[in-house]
């Protein structure tokens, strides 16, 4: 096969044995050349964004920005052609045949892993039909986002509206949520309450924080590169390394 007709393929993957896996079978099947690895989402966004690429081969749980976070922050008319890789259940993969969307589940084989690199090669003459069912897929897959959230406590349940909060702190399986002077347990953990808290108005700040981004009045250089949030209420929140990025974002926008 011609050179110019390989497939530029970008593995994206926070497991290294599983980039290491697709990079192999890729190898064997021919046809394709892996022209880039990235172990979490904001590298995935950033080589993208790049260009020179293909095809993405996206793993969808991925912590911090999952494979579906990806795609709608690239945006669905300007990601190449996608084949998400997963280990999802039942519901979400009736939704990738609903919707006619590339996947693979792990663990990946040679002969599911070619049949996708035909399917996009097949595709890429009519990618407007190709980004309709992706962008039908993301809508099938959005979590509720919530307004409002449920505290149980001595058998009442109370509720504690999302504009009210300031951030919320991780509390080992279960989270803290300070509003306005309050605070108030939850039994869910950050990452289940990251993916249904509106996205426009929270942000992970760390792996044990999110804060609300109307409640920042100050950001601060703290140490190691990080950043130092305080809150309407007083608190004081730091960045973690890994979300240097968050914090870039905020004192860019805000």
Avoid: C
């Amino acid at each position: 096969m011609e050179q110019s007709d390989q497939l530029r393929v970008l593995i994206v993957d926070d497991e290294a044995p599983a980039r290491q896996n697709l990079t192999r079978l890729l190898r064997a099947i021919g046809g394709a050349t892996v022209v880039g690895e990235a172990a979490d989402g904001r590298t995935a966004v950033r080589m993208i964004q790049a260009g020179g690429i293909d095809l993405v081969l996206l793993d969808i749980q991925m912590p911090e920005l999952d494979g579906l976070s990806v795609v709608r922050e690239v945006g669905v008319t300007r990601v190449p052609p996608v084949v998400f890789v997963t280990a999802y259940d039942q519901y979400a993969i009736a939704a990738f045949d609903v919707h006619a969307t590339g996947y693979l589940l792990k663990p990946v084989s040679r002969a599911k892993l070619a049949e996708q690199l035909a399917r996009v090669r097949s595709q890429r003459a009519v990618p407007r039909e190709t980004n309709e069912r992706l962008f039908r897929l993301l809508e099938a897959l959005e979590p509720a986002r919530v307004t409002r959230l449920a505290v149980r406590r001595d058998g009442r349940t109370t509720f504690v509206r999302t504009i009210d909060i300031d951030w919320i702190e991780a509390a080992n399986i279960s989270a803290r949520i300070h509003a306005g002077g309050k605070v108030h347990e939850i039994r869910e953990t950050l990452t289940e309450l990251e993916r249904t808290l509106p996205a426009n108005e929270f942000v992970r700040v760390h792996r044990s924080a999110i804060v609300r981004l109307e409640s920042i009045r100050e950001i601060q250089p703290w140490f190691r590169g990080g950043h130092l949030l305080i809150l309407a209420d007083g608190s004081r929140v730091t960045t973690g390394r890994t979300y240097h990025h968050v914090a870039q974002r905020l004192l860019s926008h805000h």
